[in-house]
Protein backbone atom coordinates (compact mmCIF):
# COMPACT_ATOMS: atom_id res chain seq x y z
CA UNK A 1 0.00 0.00 0.00
CA UNK A 2 0.95 3.38 -0.75
CA UNK A 3 0.67 5.87 1.98
CA UNK A 4 0.01 9.85 1.45
CA UNK A 5 0.44 12.12 4.53
CA UNK A 6 -1.98 15.26 3.96
CA UNK A 7 -1.12 17.95 5.77
CA UNK A 8 -3.53 20.88 7.02
CA UNK A 9 -3.88 23.94 9.56
CA UNK A 10 -6.63 22.08 10.64
CA UNK A 11 -8.87 18.86 10.30
CA UNK A 12 -11.98 21.57 9.72
CA UNK A 13 -9.56 22.69 6.58
CA UNK A 14 -9.03 18.97 5.78
CA UNK A 15 -12.40 18.14 5.40
CA UNK A 16 -13.37 21.76 3.24
CA UNK A 17 -10.39 20.49 0.80
CA UNK A 18 -12.51 19.47 -2.20
CA UNK A 19 -10.20 16.00 -2.90
CA UNK A 20 -9.03 15.09 0.81
CA UNK A 21 -12.51 16.22 2.09
CA UNK A 22 -14.01 13.39 -0.30
CA UNK A 23 -12.85 10.79 2.18
CA UNK A 24 -14.88 12.33 5.09
CA UNK A 25 -18.16 11.09 4.65
CA UNK A 26 -21.24 10.72 7.22
CA UNK A 27 -19.26 12.29 9.99
CA UNK A 28 -15.99 9.90 9.73
CA UNK A 29 -13.24 9.55 8.26
CA UNK A 30 -13.25 6.63 6.35
CA UNK A 31 -11.33 4.33 8.38
CA UNK A 32 -10.66 1.79 5.51
CA UNK A 33 -8.02 3.89 4.02
CA UNK A 34 -7.54 6.64 6.37
CA UNK A 35 -5.91 7.23 9.63
CA UNK A 36 -6.86 11.12 10.38
CA UNK A 37 -5.19 13.20 13.31
CA UNK A 38 -1.83 11.74 12.90
CA UNK A 39 0.53 13.08 15.59
CA UNK A 40 4.37 14.25 14.44
CA UNK A 41 7.16 14.54 16.71
CA UNK A 42 10.65 14.54 17.22
CA UNK A 43 11.50 11.67 20.08
CA UNK A 44 14.98 14.20 20.32
CA UNK A 45 12.61 16.47 21.69
CA UNK A 46 10.96 13.90 24.29
CA UNK A 47 11.41 14.99 28.46
CA UNK A 48 10.14 12.93 30.94
CA UNK A 49 7.07 14.31 33.41
CA UNK A 50 5.79 12.46 36.24
CA UNK A 51 2.36 11.66 36.99
CA UNK A 52 0.10 13.06 40.41
CA UNK A 53 0.88 9.05 41.84
CA UNK A 54 4.89 10.06 41.04
CA UNK A 55 4.29 7.67 37.91
CA UNK A 56 7.15 8.76 35.11
CA UNK A 57 6.02 8.87 31.53
CA UNK A 58 7.30 10.56 28.48
CA UNK A 59 6.18 13.92 27.28
CA UNK A 60 6.26 14.37 23.38
CA UNK A 61 6.30 17.89 22.05
CA UNK A 62 4.61 18.28 18.74
CA UNK A 63 6.74 18.81 15.24
CA UNK A 64 3.82 21.83 14.95
CA UNK A 65 0.61 22.85 15.03
CA UNK A 66 -1.22 21.11 11.62
CA UNK A 67 -3.90 18.65 11.60
CA UNK A 68 -2.77 14.83 9.22
CA UNK A 69 -4.34 12.42 7.72
CA UNK A 70 -2.79 9.55 5.80
CA UNK A 71 -4.71 8.05 2.59
CA UNK A 72 -4.21 4.79 1.60
CA UNK A 73 -3.89 3.61 -1.53
CA UNK A 74 -3.17 0.85 -3.78
CA UNK A 75 -0.99 2.84 -5.93
CA UNK A 76 0.72 6.57 -5.90
CA UNK A 77 -2.48 8.48 -6.46
CA UNK A 78 -1.62 11.54 -8.94
CA UNK A 79 -4.77 13.87 -7.37
CA UNK A 80 -3.34 13.66 -4.06
CA UNK A 81 0.22 13.69 -4.87
CA UNK A 82 -0.30 17.14 -7.10
CA UNK A 83 -1.71 19.08 -3.79
CA UNK A 84 0.99 20.88 -2.07
CA UNK A 85 -1.05 19.46 1.60
CA UNK A 86 0.47 15.90 0.65
CA UNK A 87 3.71 16.11 2.65
CA UNK A 88 4.77 12.13 2.16
CA UNK A 89 4.05 9.65 0.14
CA UNK A 90 5.41 6.20 1.22
CA UNK A 91 5.80 2.72 -0.05
CA UNK A 92 4.35 0.17 3.21
CA UNK A 93 5.13 -2.66 1.81
CA UNK A 94 9.11 -1.27 0.65
CA UNK A 95 9.59 0.01 4.50
CA UNK A 96 8.92 -3.47 5.71
CA UNK A 97 11.32 -5.04 3.59
CA UNK A 98 13.83 -2.51 4.52
CA UNK A 99 13.96 -1.17 0.53
CA UNK A 100 13.79 2.42 -0.14
CA UNK A 101 10.42 3.82 0.67
CA UNK A 102 10.24 7.13 -0.19
CA UNK A 103 8.42 8.34 -3.07
CA UNK A 104 7.77 11.93 -2.51
CA UNK A 105 8.46 14.43 0.65
CA UNK A 106 8.35 18.09 1.51
CA UNK A 107 11.35 17.31 4.07
CA UNK A 108 14.62 16.14 3.47
CA UNK A 109 15.58 11.95 4.49
CA UNK A 110 17.86 13.34 7.32
CA UNK A 111 14.95 15.50 8.53
CA UNK A 112 12.73 12.67 8.38
CA UNK A 113 15.28 10.71 10.08
CA UNK A 114 14.47 12.71 13.14
CA UNK A 115 11.07 12.67 13.80
CA UNK A 116 7.91 9.70 14.24
CA UNK A 117 4.74 9.75 13.60
CA UNK A 118 1.51 7.94 15.17
CA UNK A 119 -0.85 6.61 14.63
CA UNK A 120 -0.24 4.27 11.58
CA UNK A 121 -1.90 1.51 10.00
CA UNK A 122 -1.54 -1.49 11.47
CA UNK A 123 1.57 -3.72 9.94
CA UNK A 124 3.63 -0.51 9.40
CA UNK A 125 6.97 -0.68 10.42
CA UNK A 126 8.60 2.88 8.85
CA UNK A 127 11.99 3.38 10.71
CA UNK A 128 11.13 7.15 11.21
CA UNK A 129 12.27 8.25 14.64
CA UNK A 130 15.09 5.29 15.24
Known amino acids: MIDHLMTFASEAA ?9 YFANGEWRSDI ?3 GVFVWAPA ?5 TDPNG ?6 QSYDT ?8 AAPDPTLLSLPSCHLVADREAAAAGRPFILQSILSEAQLAELA ?3 TFAGSSYPFGQ
Not at 45 to 49: F, H, K, M
Not at 66 to 73: G, P, S, Y
Open 34 to 36: CVA
Open 14 to 22: AKADPVVGS
Open 117 to 119: LEP
Open 55 to 60: TPYVVR
Open 45 to 49: SNSIG
Open 66 to 73: NWRVIIAK
